[in-house]
């Protein structure tokens, strides 16, 4: 099972928005709505920003927000602020049982 | 609010056997569907293994790369996660996270234990 696709890199300004997309197929992104996000600051554990492809668990910012697109789910950061700097994976049930994570986004608040 | 901590982790050689443990309070453990994650060191997350609730079958399932060496267990009642890893390889050096799996979710996460295999 390949790593799904993400940009290995995007910024934004203060107060701008980010977009990051994360690729799959249609036997993983595709083909189920279990697609979640996570933020992982250096050093720390990963935590959950987004779950089922546009759901925001209680305490995350309405900053973050999630959609899907055929094969592409994306995370879309409004309003950038400086702790948003981080690494974020995409996450999707590929059907047999199994998880695929993505690549992994840095991303950069300038 | 729902606690990981895993333990276990240290220096191995290759070839050799390490067991993880991950140590859950604060919710219902005996109806979580329990997950183990790694990330190597400056690489991405993946997957690992989870093992179901015992009410419902308490299988396992596991990442191609582990599949036949590392084998994923529970303790109910201990609230313990266990993570039996044999034949360790270079390439399993990694942080390795537990995680309750919900939903085709992983929430929370513990913070995690280093695994490192080298001669």
């Known amino acids: 099972q390949s790593a799904l696709t993400q940009p290995p890199s995007a910024s934004g300004s203060p107060g701008q928005s980010v977009t990051i997309s994360c690729t799959g197929t249609?036997?993983?992104?595709?083909?189920?709505?279990?697609v979640s996000w996570y933020q992982q600051h250096p050093g720390k554990a990963p935590k959950l920003m987004i779950h089922?492809?546009?759901k925001r668990p209680s305490g995350v910012p309405d900053r973050f927000s999630g959609s899907k697109s055929g094969n592409t789910a994306s995370l879309t950061v409004s309003g950038l602020q400086a702790e948003d700097e981080a690494d974020y994976y995409c996450?999707?049930?590929?059907?047999?049982?199994?998880?695929?994570f993505g690549t992994g986004t840095k991303v950069t608040v300038l | 609010e729902a606690q990981l901590v895993e333990s276990g982790g240290g220096l191995v050689m290759p070839g050799e056997s390490l067991r993880l443990s991950c140590a859950a309070s604060?919710?219902?453990?005996?109806?979580?569907?329990m997950n183990w994650v790694r990330q190597a060191p400056g690489k991405g997350l993946e997957w690992v293994g989870r093992?179901?609730?015992?009410?419902?079958?308490?299988?396992?399932e596991y990442a191609a790369p582990v599949k036949g060496r590392f084998t994923i267990s529970r303790d109910d009642s201990k609230s313990t996660l266990y993570l039996q890893m044999n034949s360790l390889k270079t390439e399993d050096t990694a942080m390795y996270y537990c995680?309750?799996?919900?939903?085709?979710?992983?929430?929370?996460w513990g913070q995690g234990t280093l695994v490192t295999v080298s001669s």
């Open positions: 093992i179901q609730s015992k009410a419902h079958g308490g299988t396992t």
């Open positions: 604060g919710f219902t453990f005996t109806n979580a569907w």
């Open positions: 995680t309750i799996l919900s939903s085709g979710t992983f929430d929370p």
């Open positions: 996450c999707s049930y590929t059907g047999i049982k199994s998880y695929v």
């Open positions: 089922e492809v546009s």
């Open positions: 249609s036997s993983d992104v595709g083909g189920y709505n279990y």
